[in-house]
């Protein structure tokens, strides 16, 4: 994880970051992809967002559609 990354968020507890990383692996275990990088691009990307931005509310579907939209940029590398 980057440093500093719920710094800026205090809603965002370790857990719900962890529960989000392990259901993001779960969903690009489901994908059919020859990339096993897929996740880790979305995870790095999604932290990236997190550290970069500025504090907000967000709610846990709030995050997960966070975590999902990493997904989705980071699928357009790899061409899913």
């Not at 719920?6 to 259901?23: C, F, G, S």
């Not at 990088?37 to 550290?51: E, G, N």
């Amino acid at each position: 994880m980057l440093s500093g990354v719920l710094h800026n968020h205090p809603q965002i507890t370790k857990y719900l970051r962890a529960h989000l990383v392990d259901w993001l692996m779960h969903v690009c275990h489901v994908l059919p992809k020859e990339d096993q990088t897929l996740p880790f691009v979305a995870i790095s990307m999604m932290d990236r967002y997190f550290r970069n931005t500025r504090k907000m509310n967000c709610e846990g579907s709030q995050v997960q559609l966070t975590g999902l939209t990493g997904l989705f940029m980071a699928s357009k590398y790899f061409e899913i």
